[in-house]
T-cell receptor, first 115, second 114 residues
Framework: ETGVTQTPRHLVMGMTNKKSLKCEQH?????MYWYKQSAKKPLELMFV???????ENNSVPSRFSPECPNSSHLFLHLHTLQPEDSALYLC??????????????FGPGTRLLVL | AQSVTQPDIHITVSEGASLELRCNYS??????LFWYVQSPGQGLQLLLK??????LVQGIKGFEAEFKRSQSSFNLRKPSVHWSDAAEYFC????????????FGAGTRLAVHP
């Protein structure tokens, strides 16, 4: 148990569906991250939020829409996805200290299958 | 640009044998270095990290790693592997001076034979 929870753990959706992934951290951190983990590829950073502001959008298609309503919660809204978007989506959190690298703590992930 | 290379995609060892997983990085200065482990169906768990100081770093579950600046390496070691160590291991590098960004290697999948 890392202090970062993700729901749902598994999700199957059609290409025309709209769904949302939720991440919650109980560590008092102020930065949160979405990563995509596909088979046989390194983890890809998608989005970074620091103090509830988006500081990184790593060329992610607009069918992925993040939302960070407060420092404890992070959402990833999904719409009109493609089968190649099937992957494990990992959320992470850390303290954000300007100029320093802080340890990121990961949730268990949401396994997404797009049909 | 930063990058991380884990040369071994799969490694198989016998239970009780020693283990070394390789990690090489590319970065212009002294980086922050991490090893994470991922069990099947789970997220990533931090094993250990190097920020500064002693280049031999101790982590959880009996793992250690050594930072070698001259070789741009941060190899992970364990003297005696347990069956429960079977998992995927990721090396990551973080930049100094910028916001909190990690670059991950492709991972090494470890299998343990009884």
């Amino acid at each position: 148990e890392t202090g970062v929870t993700q729901t749902p753990r598994h999700l199957v959706m059609g290409m025309t569906n709209k769904k949302s992934l939720k991440c919650e951290q109980h560590l008092g951190h102020n930065a949160m991250y979405w990563y995509k983990q596909s088979a046989k590829k390194p983890l890809e950073l998608m989005f970074v939020y620091s103090l509830e502001e988006r500081v990184e959008n790593n060329s992610v298609p607009s069918r992925f829409s993040p939302e960070c309503p407060n420092s404890s919660h992070l959402f990833l809204h999904l719409h009109t996805l493609q089968p190649e978007d099937s992957a494990l989506y990992l959320c992470a959190s850390s303290q954000e200290v300007t100029g320093n690298q802080e340890t990121q703590y990961f949730g268990p992930g949401t396994r997404l299958l797009v049909l | 640009a930063q990058s991380v290379t884990q040369p071994d995609i799969h490694i198989t060892v016998s239970e009780g044998a020693s283990l070394e997983l390789r990690c090489n990085y590319s970065y212009g200065a002294t980086p922050y270095l991490f090893w994470y482990v991922q069990s099947p169906g789970q997220g990533l768990q931090l094993l250990l990290k190097y920020f500064s100081g002693d280049t031999l770093v101790q982590g959880i579950k009996g793992f250690e790693a050594e930072f070698k600046r001259s070789q741009s390496s941060f190899n992970l070691r364990k003297p005696s592997v347990h069956w429960s160590d079977a998992a995927e291991y990721f090396c990551a590098v973080g930049a100094r001076g910028g916001y909190n960004k990690l670059i991950f290697g492709a991972g090494t999948r470890l299998a343990v034979h009884p």
